[in-house]
């Protein structure tokens, strides 16, 4: 089973931007969906945005305009940049595939003046 590892959280002032990696331990070819997930503190994970091995893309209405969901499956990694955030996008970084595997240790993106 593949797995997956996310990186690239920080912290980052409201407005700056970061960009999100979340790179396999094999082949992403055959992952038709990918997601990126949050879970702020208190809160329940909420899906951010999906990608299909096609290219088509969805987002949450409070991330659609500020966050670009991208795959690159001859690197085996998905990405998320994230423009314009947000204290309010403040969470835990994750991303799965659909259905769900095992889930990751996430990374931590804080946005604070």
């Known amino acids: 089973q593949v797995q997956l590892v996310e990186s690239g959280g920080g912290l980052v002032q409201p407005g700056g931007s970061l960009r999100l990696s979340c790179t396999a331990s094999?082949?992403?070819?055959?992952?038709?969906?990918m997601g990126w997930y949050r879970q702020a503190p208190g809160k329940q994970r909420e899906l951010v945005a999906t990608?299909?091995?096609?290219?088509?893309?969805n987002y949450a209405d409070s991330v659609k305009g500020r966050f670009t969901i991208s795959r690159d499956n001859a690197k085996n990694t998905m990405y998320l940049q994230m423009n314009s955030l947000k204290p309010e996008d403040t969470a835990v970084y994750y991303c799965?595939?659909?259905?769900?595997?095992?889930w990751g240790q996430g990374t931590q993106v804080t946005v604070s003046s």
């Open positions: 799965n595939k659909f259905p769900n595997g095992s």
């Open positions: 094999g082949s992403i070819l055959a992952i038709y969906v």
């Open positions: 990608i299909i091995s096609g290219g088509n893309t």
